[in-house]
């Protein structure tokens, strides 16, 4: 499969700042309701593990039936959040911590410019298989570029 077709939209870094609010605000509830989602989880399978199997559903059964159909529900808002932003072009990779990769071509391939929410900027970029580990600063002439983006002003 080419880049063209792996991809929906190729980024400049102009055009990936420019789209950040917009990113940076679903992002922001993306990360806040993943991290409730999960410490939710978390907590209703320690009170799963804890409780006496009962035939009949009491009050505290009741409970834990209507936590659940709240996760059902806010997990099927995670999976519109996600999707809002994979319509804008973008691919979420991380709810939890807000991380955000751009595709954008350079030196004729593709790679991926990387955003992690609380950064001000789209500053780094990595492989298309290196993931957030792979992250290289960006520098505002190219990869091989002298001074990295936030440093000039383009």
């Excluded at 102009?14 to 989602?37: F, G, M």
């Excluded at 580990?133 to 983006?149: E, H, T």
Aim: charged share 30%.
């Amino acid at each position: 499969m080419s880049d063209d077709e792996l991809f929906s939209k190729f980024f400049t870094i102009e055009e990936a700042n420019a789209t950040l609010p917009l990113v940076k605000a679903i992002a922001t509830d993306l990360a806040t309701l993943s991290r409730e989602v999960i410490e939710r989880r978390e907590r209703l399978a320690t009170l799963h593990n804890n409780r006496r199997p009962s035939k009949t559903l009491d009050a505290y059964g009741e409970e834990l039936v209507q936590i659940e159909d709240e996760l059902t529900k806010d997990a099927q808002r995670l999976r519109e959040y996600v999707e809002e932003l994979r319509a804008l072009g973008v691919e979420p990779k991380n709810g939890p911590e807000g991380l955000i990769d751009f595709p954008c071509q350079m030196d004729g391939r593709a790679v991926y410019l990387c955003w992690k929410l609380g950064e001000p900027e789209i500053l780094h970029w990595h492989e298309i298989d290196a993931g957030f580990r792979g992250r290289q600063p960006l520098y505002a002439d190219s990869i091989a570029g002298d001074a990295p983006l936030g440093d000039e002003q383009m």
